[in-house]
């Protein structure tokens, strides 16, 4: 474990979880023909200025009697390790001239009784804690703001990586929040088990930020989101510690764990959860279909998630990202594949990627005969199991592929929704031509990743020229478009904020569309109980 | 529709929900001998003494300004008709000497704009309110408290019984609160649709109550909880009215709607609910299986449930369930069956009922065809489609058996909660052995009907002589020591103190104990700011 992380951790994803991507020549040459020429950016700054710790030495003292002097850091190096997120605007700020906000100092305990003295000793101070995981928030959550705080912390969880209990009846499993998922995945694999929590920041990202977070994995429909696995969870709040969770399903009032799942560090610091697992998959297969036109492919994959038999990876990319994926991955498959469906009447194609885990292949076989029937029905062109294992071998390269854009002038960013089935044409539409709006002629890509029987998610990627003199304000309003047309609607958004993101600062402006000035109110109330000097994470998410 | 209640419709189940059901000779001579000789009961009273309505005129006057006058009901015999719920104690005041509480009025609004209006001249005469649907609780969740306000009154939401719409592609329908389980289903039957929520209470119980309380129903395994179908909710409040639920999953902060959910009349009325619904089955199937033995029944169920191939309803009685419910029915079957399962080396029979739904028989031969690979290794022995359409037949009969039971002197109550696969043992003895400490050695059935695959509810129907003396007091104590024992536990309960009959007054002293004073003090915020006078169901669920 490395404790003093280098300077450059936080710069880009590529440093960190493996090695860069580069864009094949041909796919370069492409993306300047659809979105225009563009001016390389400057590289990443090795010279970031940070400005001075406003922790006192009294308070310094106080958390290095708890933690220990050495896991007390304020070295500008330390500090801006722990700086912001991986959004866009996150990684933008890293190239352009100008101080990068960064947290007074960073404090690392080694288990949840020193994460809950670490609180004690902020609440005398009048400190604000920035709980902080994998740092891979792309909304703002791991910004170290004050708001109104003398000064703030970032609470580094990393120390808190152990894997606490097996409980392989009940197949119930304890991680402390800082373990990694790579890492979750390999403490459970030597008992048989498996979470099956695959996002995109998978490499990073820690258990206790999925849960801060509602994150959802890519393989989601088979395993539940990870509120889903959420058994049990234990906090640290600066009115005490909190334990909530002993049955499965209970009616014993209202399901407070649902409260703490997605408090995004404002409600207490999660420092253990406690999760359903399963039988490591013994067969994986993964296998790439095509359907001609997003409705027609939009209503299979409704048809799967509403008979109940969505593959565990279930996810259909739109037209253009069908199209750009294939260009973007450069080399010579693509064409022969645009050929091939062109051959075979294919006039819109839209990739579905669906993965099974399973037991034994004869169990998988047996789970893909009545997809493969709605398949059939819906004359969709199998481009075999080469075009499923070629996603599932790329699916954590988006974060790192980003690096390689950036540095070549390009404005490249995601953003994600839900609603339900009757609303997500018109939501997919009214995101598009927000952003349109926006950026002129963007290129848009969409994708379902995420489907339930009632409603799925959208996930945009958009990717366009790089304003050369206003990056930031270019993307900021592109955003705001966006964000505004999903909060439309007449007695409701048309979509929610965020289905898998979380709130952050970016989204907080739109959260009382959402759930109600009541429901802030709520929110806020649920604070006064457990934070009533409003330490957790200020600025975020609930707002006195 | 009645909306003037009858002076006896809170008496007992029977006079409203149908035929009352008579024991057989046999099986009351059975139980006479299990638990030794009865005192028969004083009938139900035909002149309950009520106390005068507490409220004021001037109060009075402005409901009916927002209602309508005949819709605000003050005489004594309909105040008595929504007093209290079902439970034992409740059934056993009726038929027992002394006042029976009962609200100050019956306000009846029309509409969720009316019950908005109530509301807000409930806060300015500082009257406490509590909803009502179907009064069918069993741990004092509709009992009109005052709780310290000078008046208070019952909302009857009957008449909020409309299917307000329909979307099929997105398969949600909004029904409002006050919709009757039964006709909820015809009203969604005229669309194809069926909910598949069939709880015990399923003759009277409500929408909005299905939500207030967490209610699961004996299909869960196969429709999920109620609180899995509930997609939005629209509430009044004190504070004004409260909409959530945008998408079918979302991760902008904390489901607000697993607040509501649950919230017994505390946080809001519910008004209105969007709820999941699915194409009504074309065929169902119902069959009995009978396992030797708890332990290894037990380990089949929780099988199941791994391995996620449950049937729709799945239900496992204990040894002791089994017997009694054969020797209850009376007739020579029962003792036929029990002939065959000596026979076949069946030492200790435990009944396993699994009931499919499905679009075709193909459909749930298909799905049987994993589940009868795992009851052939477990030595299952088949009883047959008949024992399976039995216990369909009589599934909703427990609530009427009740009154013969009482006739005949026999205090009979039910009492359920939930834990981890890994504890279900210590559960189930800790109970029994706290209900024989109490009640010498009475008659205790155990079902499990909702399993996961994390664990599994446990549910308990106690029958023994009644105390001539004291009747209240021993069913009190034996209550208390059943709840004592599902609270204990080192650092977290055995087992929650309700999986789905909710908190009411009964459980409300053990609710702390599972979720924290800091969950209660979590629960008290959220309710200042919703219901910042406290006139929302008063003493119950959040004590401040």
Redesign the interface.
Request: hydrophobic content about 35%.
């Given at each position: 474990m490395t404790i003093i992380a280098d300077h450059h951790v936080r710069g880009s994803w590529t440093e960190q979880a493996g090695a860069a991507v580069q864009l094949p020549p041909k796919a370069l040459a492409w993306l300047n023909e659809r979105v225009g020429e563009t001016v390389p950016s400057a590289p990443i700054r090795s010279d970031a200025e940070v400005p001075g710790s406003l922790l006192t030495e009294a308070a310094a003292v106080e958390l290095a009697g708890v933690v220990g002097e050495r896991y007390v850091l304020r070295a500008p190096a330390d500090r801006l390790a722990r700086t912001g997120g991986l959004s866009y605007l996150d990684l933008l700020s890293r190239r352009l001239p100008g101080e990068l906000p960064a947290p007074d100092a960073v404090v690392l305990p080694a288990d949840p009784d020193e994460v809950q003295a670490v609180l004690e000793v902020c609440v005398r101070h009048d400190v604000g804690v920035v709980p902080f995981g994998g740092g891979t928030s792309v909304v703002g959550g791991v910004r170290a703001l004050r708001g109104g705080k003398p000064a703030v912390i970032v609470l580094d969880l990393a120390r808190l990586d152990r894997l606490v209990s097996v409980?392989p009846?009940?197949?119930?499993a304890v991680l402390q929040a800082g373990v990694r998922a790579p890492h979750a995945e390999e403490l459970l694999a030597e008992h048989g088990f498996t979470l099956g929590h695959v996002p995109q920041s998978f490499e990073r990202a820690t258990i206790g930020g999925f849960a801060a977070?509602?994150?959802?994995g890519q393989a989601s429909s088979g395993y539940g989101?990870f509120?889903d696995m959420v058994?049990g969870v234990r906090l640290a709040?600066p009115?005490?510690p909190?334990?909530?969770?002993?049955?499965?399903?209970?009616?014993?009032?209202?399901?407070?764990r649902?409260?703490?799942?997605?408090?995004?560090g404002t409600?207490g610091v999660i420092t253990e959860v406690a999760l359903?697992v399963?039988p490591r998959p013994v067969v994986e297969r993964y296998h790439g279909y095509v359907l001609d036109g997003w409705e027609r492919a939009q209503d299979v994959v409704?048809e799967l998630a509403?008979n109940r038999i969505l593959a565990d990876v279930t996810r259909l990319s739109d037209e253009d990202e069908t199209d750009g994926s294939l260009r973007l991955s450069g080399g010579w498959k693509a064409a022969v594949v645009r050929r091939y469906l062109r051959r075979r009447g294919v006039a819109r194609p839209c990739l579905l990627v669906l993965g099974w885990h399973g037991g034994s292949p004869r169990e998988i076989a047996l789970r893909r005969v009545a997809v493969l029937r709605v398949l059939r029905r819906a004359r969709a062109v199998s481009l075999g199991r080469a075009a499923g294992e070629s996603w599932r071998h790329g699916r954590f390269a988006g974060p790192r592929q980003r690096d390689a854009l950036l540095d070549h002038g390009i404005c490249v960013e995601t953003l994600e929704?839900?609603?339900?089935?009757?609303?997500l044409g018109e939501l997919r539409a009214a995101v598009r031509s927000a952003l349109a709006g926006a950026l002129g002629d963007p290129l848009v890509l969409c994708h379902i990743s995420?489907a339930?029987?009632?409603?799925?998610?959208l996930y945009f990627t958009v990717l366009t020229a790089r304003d050369a003199t206003d990056p930031v304000g270019q993307w900021q309003r592109a955003k705001e478009a966006a964000c505004a047309a999903i909060s439309s609607g007449s007695?409701?958004?048309l979509?929610?904020?965020?289905?898998?993101?979380?709130?952050g600062t970016d989204?907080a402006p739109y959260?009382a569309a959402?759930?109600?000035e009541?429901?802030m109110?709520?929110?806020?109330?649920?604070?006064?109980?457990?934070d009533p000097t409003g330490i957790l994470n200020p600025g975020k998410?609930i707002t006195r």
């Open positions: 409980d009846e009940s197949r119930i977070t509602r994150s959802a989101r509120e058994a709040t009115a005490g909190w334990r909530l969770g002993v049955a499965p399903a209970s009616a014993a009032g209202p399901d407070l649902q409260l703490a799942v997605g408090s995004e409600l359903r399963r409704r509403q929704t839900a609603t339900t089935w009757s609303r995420h339930y029987e009632t409603g799925a998610s007695d409701r958004p979509g929610t904020i965020s289905h898998h993101h979380a709130v989204h959260l959402e759930i109600g009541l429901g109110r709520v929110l806020a109330g649920a604070k006064d109980a457990v998410l």
